[in-house]
C-alpha cells in the first residue's frame, strides 16, 4: 500500500475510486488488464489520501446533488479501509451535500457504514451493490479468495434489507464451465429475491479477459482447473468476450426468474436507476 495526493477524484459521470489496485485477489479481475496502465503491482494498492477533500470541493462546485459512485474499478471496502475510513469519510461528505450514494463491494465490511447509508437514503438515495457469482462458498473462495465469501454477502444483504437500504446484485462473471451452471444460477437467485434486491445484472453471461487480466485468470486455472485453460484457449482463443456455451439459456431463466419476482434485470434500466436521484424536495415547486 502507498499513498498518493491525486489532482481529482470525480469522473464525468461521478464515479470515483478511492483506491487503485486491490487485494481481494478474484481470479477474473478485469482491473489488472495491461489497457489500464497501472504504474505499481496491483495488490500494491494506490491510496488517495485526500480523495474527501477532493470530493468536498467536486461536490460544492456542483449546481444540484447527484448520485455519486463508486467501486467500479477497486471495492472500496478493502480490508485497509478498516483502518483508513476513506470510504467512510468520503460518504459523509456525501452526506452533507445532499448527494446520493451508489457502493459497490464485494465485502460485509460495507456494514459499518450503515449509519451514513441511512442517512443518505433519507436525503437522498443510497443503494450498495454486492457480487455473487456462486452459491458455493467453497468455489468462492477460490475465485474470489482474500474476500467473504457468498455466504456472508448474502447476510449482509439481508441486514440492508432490514435496514431499507436498497440493493443491486452483479451476479457476473459467469465463468465458463465453471459457475455457469444452472443450478448455480437458480441458487443465487434464491438468494437474491430472499434478500429482496431490487435488480440482477448478468451482462453477457459469461467472462472478458484481455491482455493481463488473462494471464492471472489463466494462471488460476493451471492451479485450480488443470484441464480448462487448453478448453478456453480452444473455444475463445484471444477473444475479450467469452460468453458462457450456456449464455441464451442461463438469460431466458434469470429474465423470466426476474420478472416473476418483479427484480429489474435489463442492465440500461438498472443503470438508469442507479444513476437517477430523484428530487428531495418536491413540495418546495412553484405551481406551473
Ligand atoms: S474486488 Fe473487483 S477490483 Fe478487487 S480483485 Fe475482485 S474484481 Fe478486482
Redesign the pocket.
Given at each position: 500500500m502507498h499513498f498518493v495526493s491525486a489532482k481529482g477524484i470525480l469522473s464525468a459521470q461521478n464515479g470515483m475510486n478511492i483506491y487503485r489496485g486491490?487485494?481481494?485477489?478474484?481470479i477474473?479481475?478485469?482491473?489488472?488488464s495491461a489497457c489500464y496502465q497501472m504504474p505499481h503491482a496491483f495488490e500494491d494498492v494506490e491510496v488517495k489520501q485526500n480523495a474527501p477533500e477532493l470530493l468536498d470541493l467536486a461536490l460544492a462546485r456542483k449546481r444540484r446533488p447527484c448520485m455519486v459512485g463508486t467501486g467500479g474499478?477497486?471495492?472500496p471496502y478493502?480490508p485497509c479501509e478498516a483502518e483508513l475510513a476513506l470510504t467512510r469519510r468520503c460518504l459523509e461528505i456525501i452526506a452533507r451535500h445532499g448527494c446520493g450514494a451508489a457502493v459497490q463491494?464485494?465485502s460485509d465490511l460495507v456494514l459499518r457504514d450503515m449509519d451514513l447509508f441511512v442517512r443518505i437514503r433519507d436525503r437522498a438515495k443510497c443503494v450498495v451493490q454486492m457480487?455473487l457469482t456462486t452459491a458455493d462458498d467453497a468455489l468462492c473462495r477460490v475465485a474470489?479468495p482474500n474476500?467473504c465469501p457468498t455466504g456472508r454477502r448474502y447476510e449482509a444483504l439481508k441486514v440492508l434489507q432490514r435496514e431499507g437500504i436498497p440493493t443491486v446484485v452483479w451476479m457476473t462473471p459467469l465463468l465458463p464451465y465453471i459457475n455457469d451452471t444452472e443450478e448455480n444460477v437458480r441458487a443465487i437467485l434464491d438468494l437474491c429475491f430472499d434478500a429482496g434486491v431490487r435488480g440482477v445484472l448478468t451482462f453477457g453471461c459469461g467472462l472478458t479477459l484481455r491482455q493481463g487480466d488473462r494471464e492471472y485468470y489463466y494462471a488460476a486455472l493451471d492451479r485450480h482447473f488443470p484441464e480448462l485453460k487448453e478448453v478456453y484457449i480452444k473455444n475463445y482463443g484471444n477473444a475479450y468476450e467469452l460468453p458462457s456455451p450456456r449464455a441464451a439459456r442461463l438469460r431466458e431463466l434469470i429474465v423470466t426468474a426476474c420478472r416473476a419476482h418483479h427484480v429489474m434485470t435489463d442492465t440500461d434500466e438498472i443503470f438508469a436507476w442507479l444513476r437517477h436521484l430523484p428530487d428531495p424536495y418536491p413540495q418546495m415547486r412553484l405551481p406551473l
Amino acid at each position: 500500500m502507498h499513498f498518493v495526493s491525486a489532482k481529482g477524484i470525480l469522473s464525468a459521470q461521478n464515479g470515483m475510486n478511492i483506491y487503485r489496485g486491490c487485494t481481494h485477489g478474484c481470479i477474473y479481475c478485469d482491473s489488472r488488464s495491461a489497457c489500464y496502465q497501472m504504474p505499481h503491482a496491483f495488490e500494491d494498492v494506490e491510496v488517495k489520501q485526500n480523495a474527501p477533500e477532493l470530493l468536498d470541493l467536486a461536490l460544492a462546485r456542483k449546481r444540484r446533488p447527484c448520485m455519486v459512485g463508486t467501486g467500479g474499478m477497486s471495492d472500496p471496502y478493502m480490508p485497509c479501509e478498516a483502518e483508513l475510513a476513506l470510504t467512510r469519510r468520503c460518504l459523509e461528505i456525501i452526506a452533507r451535500h445532499g448527494c446520493g450514494a451508489a457502493v459497490q463491494t464485494k465485502s460485509d465490511l460495507v456494514l459499518r457504514d450503515m449509519d451514513l447509508f441511512v442517512r443518505i437514503r433519507d436525503r437522498a438515495k443510497c443503494v450498495v451493490q454486492m457480487t455473487l457469482t456462486t452459491a458455493d462458498d467453497a468455489l468462492c473462495r477460490v475465485a474470489e479468495p482474500n474476500v467473504c465469501p457468498t455466504g456472508r454477502r448474502y447476510e449482509a444483504l439481508k441486514v440492508l434489507q432490514r435496514e431499507g437500504i436498497p440493493t443491486v446484485v452483479w451476479m457476473t462473471p459467469l465463468l465458463p464451465y465453471i459457475n455457469d451452471t444452472e443450478e448455480n444460477v437458480r441458487a443465487i437467485l434464491d438468494l437474491c429475491f430472499d434478500a429482496g434486491v431490487r435488480g440482477v445484472l448478468t451482462f453477457g453471461c459469461g467472462l472478458t479477459l484481455r491482455q493481463g487480466d488473462r494471464e492471472y485468470y489463466y494462471a488460476a486455472l493451471d492451479r485450480h482447473f488443470p484441464e480448462l485453460k487448453e478448453v478456453y484457449i480452444k473455444n475463445y482463443g484471444n477473444a475479450y468476450e467469452l460468453p458462457s456455451p450456456r449464455a441464451a439459456r442461463l438469460r431466458e431463466l434469470i429474465v423470466t426468474a426476474c420478472r416473476a419476482h418483479h427484480v429489474m434485470t435489463d442492465t440500461d434500466e438498472i443503470f438508469a436507476w442507479l444513476r437517477h436521484l430523484p428530487d428531495p424536495y418536491p413540495q418546495m415547486r412553484l405551481p406551473l
